[in-house]
Antibody, heavy 122, light 111 residues
Framework: QVQLQQSGPGLVKPSQTLSLTCAIS??????????WNWIRQSPSRGLEWLGR?????????DYAVSVKSRLTINPDTSKNQFSLQLNSVTPEDTAVYYC????????????WGQGTLVTVSS | QSVLTQPPSASGTPGQRVTISCSGS????????VNWYQHLPGTAPKLLIY???QRPSGVPDRFSGSKSGTSASLAISGLQSEDEADYYC????????????FGGGTKLTVL
């Protein structure tokens, strides 16, 4: 059974960097048949896919155009986890952030983290 | 606003059959499979249906999915009180802007 455990602060000041980590158990961040994603949910934007990292002989990253200039997703093989860093945040970035796994076998997001409410406010 | 369109609410009485629709376009539902999720507030979303109509292990066969053209549907038969939740559809998108898109969610109330 795959479990994703999120950690990180719930309050970030405007213009600063939002950082979250997702620890993986039951699978490997280096898996050749999975991709590791960040998704957020807000009342104004609904569910929004932000980006992913995955390993297929080398590491790949994809980011949504809406956040591409501000977002970095990094894998950490030593701790079997991956992270999100969103720079220059504004109140519009206030949302519940989820990490999630996409399985190549079923072509769907099959496991989600518990979610972290991040509020951008001074 | 969400890329995929769902009705904001649906309701039914115990034992009834309800359906939730999800409408998209040629770049998402029209050319890719649809997945459905059940979400209870404060918990992680749960995968209910993948590849239009496949149920993961452990999901009751009361839940079924279908797709036609650029629309999809989730059907719940034999409605139970524990089915009261938010339901979301999702699909891959072939545009260069985003990898996966979601519906706005449907709040199902069991009367």
């Amino acid at each position: 059974q795959v479990q994703l455990q999120q950690s990180g602060p719930g309050l970030v000041k405007p213009s600063q960097t939002l950082s979250l980590t997702c620890a993986i158990s039951g699978d490997s961040v280096s898996s050749n048949s999975a991709a590791w994603n960040w998704i957020r949910q807000s009342p104004s934007r609904g569910l929004e896919w932000l980006g992913r990292t995955y390993y297929r002989s080398k590491w790949f990253n994809d980011y949504a155009v809406s956040v591409k200039s501000r977002l970095t997703i990094n894998p950490d093989t030593s701790k079997n986890q991956f992270s999100l860093q969103l720079n220059s945040v504004t109140p519009e970035d206030t949302a519940v952030y989820y990490c999630a796994r996409i399985s190549d076998y079923i072509g769907a997001i099959d496991y989600w983290g518990q979610g972290t409410l991040v509020t951008v406010s001074s | 606003q969400s890329v995929l369109t769902q009705p904001p609410s649906a309701s039914g009485t115990p034992g009834q059959r309800v359906t939730i629709s999800c409408s998209g376009s040629s770049s998402n539902i029209g050319s890719n499979t649809v997945n459905w999720y059940q979400h209870l507030p404060g918990t992680a979303p749960k995968l209910l249906i993948y590849s239009n109509n496949q149920r993961p292990s452990g999901v009751p066969d009361r839940f079924s999915g279908s797709k036609s053209g650029t629309s999809a549907s989730l059907a719940i038969s034999g409605l139970q009180s524990e089915d009261e939740a938010d339901y979301y559809c999702a699909a891959w998108d072939d545009s260069l802007n985003v990898f996966v898109v979601f519906g706005g969610g449907t709040k199902l109330t069991v009367l």
